[in-house]
Every structure is written in C-alpha cells, then in structure tokens.
C-alpha cells in the first residue's frame, strides 16, 4: 500500500516511472514521438507497458506539461484514438523550476451511444500535500492478475462516484476519531510496512 510521503517524491518523470513499476507496470520505459496524441508539446514523455516486450496488457503514456490542460478530454480522445483502446495516463504539472507540483492520472473511455463522445476519469494529486485518499486510490491501480481483472479493477479505482463515497466515508470516520487516534493513524501510515 502506497502512503503519502511516497507520494511527495513524485516530482518528475523518473519518479512516475518507478511510481508505476512499484504498482506493477515492468516494462522498460521509453520516449515516443507524440505529436499526433494531443494538443501542445508532449515532448517530455515516456510509455511504460505493463509486461515488458508483450503486445498485451496495457500501457501509460506518462508527460510532463507546464500548466494545466483546460480540457482532459481532448488529450482522453487522442489517447484511445492513437494509444491504447483501453488507456492510462500520467500527466506531470510542473510548478516553479523543474519540478512537479501536481499530477493527474487519467483514465480515458468512449461514451457508449453517443458517437465520439470521451469521459475521463481522473485523480489529482498536489504532491507538497498528498493524502491517503490519494495513496489508496494510486495503490488501487497495480497491474496484477490477468488482463481483464487489471484492467476492471484500474476503472473501479478511478470511478467517480465510487472514489467520492469511499472518500466521505473515511472523512467521516475521521470525524468521530479522536485527535489522539487521529495523530496516531497518520503517523503509522506513513511507516514502511515491518517483516
């Protein structure tokens, strides 16, 4: 299980990479030419694939933008157009200097029924202030098990409305915790696991 402090290392492409490898993604990480997958410059890329060298599976297409996109959605459609049918993204926000204040991770999927209609699912996470929220939804996103069981359980950690009860729920049990048992919580969370 992924906690907040690991999470504040995430300043950059590198450590999206191991980021994602610690969840299972193992293939080597590479460049590609991405102009033809969304607006802007998405130069600063990588793609790492789930299974190295295999054509199944899945695949992240990881970038690092200056600002913002004011719309996922264009990016969601050029992602499943050009990249994977069934897609993951990591995008970097760099804030002052080099280095990521945010990052998004997108998952990109058609609208049944209506003709090229894209709904993206999304997780921000302000990396100077991440929280367990965002830890265990990251954790929800490992690549294990066969394709289709990954590739369900990579939907249900990033389904809006199933992320937004979960999130009030445990805000809600935060609530009635005692400050004590609250302060105690958030220390051991943040500790590597013994054994």
Known sequence: ML???RLRAVT??????ELLQELGFRGSPRSIDAQELGPG????????KSSPGSSRGSAVFIAELPSRPRSLRTLGRCLLQNF???PLGVLGIRGKGQRWERF??????????VLGAVRVAKLEVDVSGPTRHDAEVLSSLAWAGDDRAAQE????????????????LQLGGHHESSPADRAAGDRTQDRPPSG
Do not use: C, K, M
């Open 3 to 5: 906690t907040p402090s």
């Open 12 to 17: 950059g492409l590198d450590g999206a990479v």
């Open 41 to 48: 410059s998405l130069a600063t890329n990588r793609v790492l």
């Open 84 to 86: 994977h049918d069934q």
């Open 104 to 113: 998004i991770v997108v998952r990109p999927s058609w609208i049944r029924g």
């Open 153 to 168: 359980r990579i939907d249900r950690a990033l389904d809006v409305e199933a992320v937004t009860r979960r999130f009030y």
